[in-house]
C-alpha cells in the first residue's frame, strides 16, 4: 500500500514535470523563431543599406 502511494506521487510530479517541460518547449520554439525572424530582418536591412552604396 505505502509502496503504490509513493509510486502515485512519483508519476503525477513526473507527469506534472513532463507537461512542464513540454510548455517550455513550445515557448522557447516560439522565442527562437522571433529572434530567427528579428536576426533576417536586420540582415534585410543591413544587405540594403550595402547596396544602396
Known sequence: ???RH???IHYSSGH???CQHN???QYSIVY???A???VL???K???SQVLQY
Open 16 to 18: 506534472f514535470l513532463h
Open 32 to 34: 527562437h523563431l522571433h
Open 45 to 47: 536591412k543591413s544587405l
Open 36 to 38: 530567427f525572424r528579428r
Open 1 to 3: 500500500m505505502y509502496r
Open 23 to 25: 510548455i517550455y518547449m
Open 6 to 8: 509513493t509510486y502515485l
Open 41 to 43: 530582418r536586420y540582415l
